[in-house]
């Protein structure tokens, strides 16, 4: 992990400020002498700086996006807990952690946030910019605040806009939180059992029907209790609450639900016809959280956009499980830029999307 410690005051688009800011971040493989290997990967809510960790399949030596060809570049957001600053810092005073009274964060001071470090590394052009759910609202937000800066975007499972749908899967989760006493107490348990009931609320909209029908389904007929399916949410909600701060979580579903891209800019069309870049936009065909209009509006925006729905029976979740698929689609949108190598015929091949269905995590969320 690297550091970018900055002590100028960081405005905030509520009017706010943080005194002084630290950005965390990974770096993965060499900046060519042309700088223009670059790959700005952008994670999801829960997500950390090591894409190859949570994205294999389409990050990774040998994979379409490779630290041996390309220079990878992951952020931690601001809010977070995996290395930049959030609600777990301590105040500048010193005295005691921000908590619940952390300023409240926007997808465009994650953006501002971004191009801060971009200019930190003297990167000039980013030739691909990627990322998912949250991770394409903030690059949704940074290429329109700086269009120069990106030659090419892939935006997947994403939007301009968050819905009311989405805001409102996101305040049960903080509803969930708030019956938590314990919530926001400073301790270091506090917040487990919200945080847990909010991350099991969290994987119905990640997830599909088919997803747990697949998966989770009984091979007993006979049960009255102890359900597969009980206890694979709750077994996900004790997961988050092992490696994920709730007053994160708090902040930065608030700062997903504020997502607005055409905020003060006129709307979300005028907002998006100032996007540059090359723009392939991805949707799933089984998402509910992130449907595949919200998509078509942004490729209906962007200048030039191409329009892509893949298939998946993983919802949300399918951005980041069928890499196979986005992987055919990023080479075929880049026309090889991405690799000097062809796709193989195991990319070209169609996929077959009800296998291996062993259910991922949502490390990303």
């Not at 490779?66 to 959030?86: K, M, Q, W």
């Not at 759910?133 to 030659?151: D, H, K, M, N, T």
């Not at 990640?206 to 597969?228: M, N, P």
Request: aromatic share 10%; with cysteine.
């Amino acid at each position: 992990m690297q550091y970018l410690h900055s002590d100028h005051p960081f405005p905030l688009e509520s009017g706010q400020q943080l005194d002084r800011i630290t950005i965390g971040y990974q770096t993965f493989g060499q900046l060519n002498k042309s700088k223009d290997n670059v790959v700005w990967v952008c994670h999801a809510l829960t997500g950390n700086t090591n894409p190859m960790g949570w994205w294999p399949g389409l990050v990774g030596k040998g994979e379409t996006i490779d630290p041996e060809r390309h220079f990878i570049v992951c952020a931690n957001i601001l809010g977070s807990c995996y290395g930049s600053t959030g609600p777990d810092d301590w105040r500048p005073n010193g005295r005691q952690p921000y908590g619940l009274t952390f300023p409240q964060l926007t997808t465009r001071d994650m953006a501002k946030a971004h191009e801060l470090l971009a200019r930190h590394l003297e990167i000039d052009q980013i030739q691909l910019g990627i990322g998912g759910s949250l991770g394409g609202q903030q690059l949704v937000e940074w290429a329109v605040i700086y269009p120069q800066r990106f030659q090419h975007l892939c935006l997947l499972a994403t939007n301009a806009r968050h819905s009311p749908w989405g805001i409102a899967f996101n305040e049960a989760q903080r509803m969930a939180l708030q019956a938590d006493a314990t919530f926001g107490d400073g301790t270091k348990e506090g917040g487990h059992k919200g945080l847990a009931t909010a991350r099991a609320i969290a994987m119905l909209s990640y997830r599909h029907y088919q997803t747990y029908e697949y998966g989770q389904a009984e091979t007993e007929h006979d049960k009255l209790d102890d359900f597969r399916a009980s206890s694979y949410q709750r077994y996900q909600g004790e997961k988050l609450w092992q490696r994920f701060s709730p007053e994160s979580y708090w902040i930065l579903s608030k700062a997903m639900d504020a997502h607005n891209v055409g905020r003060n800019r006129g709307g979300i069309a005028q907002a998006l016809a100032k996007i540059t870049a090359n723009t392939l936009v991805i949707g799933v065909d089984s998402d509910l959280l992130f449907p595949v209009a919200e998509q078509s509006e942004l490729a209906e925006h962007i200048p030039g956009a191409r329009f892509e729905v893949i298939n998946s029976n993983f919802g949300h979740d399918g951005f980041l499980t069928e890499t196979k698929a986005i992987s055919l689609l990023l080479h075929d949108f880049m026309q090889g830029a991405l690799t000097d190598r062809t796709a193989s015929p195991r990319l070209r091949k169609k996929v077959a999307f009800k296998q291996n269905l062993v259910l991922p995590g949502s490390e990303s969320f």
